[in-house]
């Protein structure tokens, strides 16, 4: 089944504890994404990778790092996580020059 | 930055009445999409509209590309509980250095009541 999946789908954490986020796709797709979804915000792109070791900022790009080190794996790395980061993140793979998006399920992350 | 705005934020309807939600910029997009998010899981690709007037029908729904493309909509016929969801629209950057970044709307929550 063509997927888009995430780890962990719920994460509490303190301030300041380093985390990472998984997401994996098995579509071979070249480009994948991050989004955050807050209320009333929409959906805001984190970063994005246009193929493997190619990564560029989105729209809120601070207090976040990724890798693409393998074209499957995109993981979203918060080195120092703060209460604004509080949220629900997606990951997002497409095929094609229309970037036309598959999702993953979400992972809701609080922040304390 | 190329923004899109939704309107309305809200809707709230009846079964079998018909509703129309708006995806608005002042910037020209080369496509737009379309999602629909149920709560609790990642949104899912609706359409995608290329070509500027361009209208696609899905089953009750219809969405339109303006003509400069600037703006779509998504207009649904006789809307039934299973219709109720985040709705999103969606776009890629004009290119240059903002190749692969995509804008969303703020969305619209749409409830139909039985």
């Known amino acids: 089944e063509a997927q888009v999946t995430q780890n962990p789908r719920y994460l509490i954490t303190v301030t300041g504890k380093k985390l990472t986020v998984t997401c994996s796709q098995n579509?071979?797709?070249?480009?994948m994404s991050w989004y955050r979804q807050d209320p009333g915000l929409g959906l805001r792109q984190i970063y994005y990778s246009m193929n493997v070791e190619v990564t560029d900022k989105g729209d809120v790009p601070e207090g976040y790092k990724v890798s693409r080190k393998e074209k499957r794996n995109f993981p979203l790395i918060l080195e120092s996580p703060s209460p604004n980061q509080t949220s629900l993140y997606f990951c997002?793979?497409?095929?094609?020059?229309?970037?036309?998006?598959?999702f993953g399920p979400g992972t809701r992350l609080t922040v304390t | 930055t190329q923004l899109l705005e939704q309107s309305p934020q809200f809707l709230s309807i009846q079964e079998g009445e018909n509703l129309t939600v708006y995806c608005n910029s002042s910037?020209?997009?080369?496509?737009l999409q379309w999602y629909r998010q149920e709560p609790g899981e990642g949104p899912v690709l609706l359409v995608t509209v290329v070509t500027g007037g361009e209208v696609k029908k899905l089953k009750r729904l219809t969405f339109q590309f303006g003509d400069a493309r600037k703006d779509s909509s998504l207009h649904i016929t006789a809307a039934q509980p299973g219709d109720t969801g985040l709705y999103l629209c969606?776009?890629?950057?004009?290119?240059?250095?903002?190749?692969?970044?995509?804008?969303f709307g703020q969305g619209t929550i749409l409830t139909v009541h039985p």
């Open positions: 910037s020209v997009f080369s496509s």
């Open positions: 969606a776009g890629p950057a004009a290119g240059g250095t903002s190749y692969g970044k995509l804008t």
């Open positions: 997002a793979s497409s095929s094609g020059r229309l970037y036309e998006q598959y």
């Open positions: 579509m071979n797709h070249e480009y």
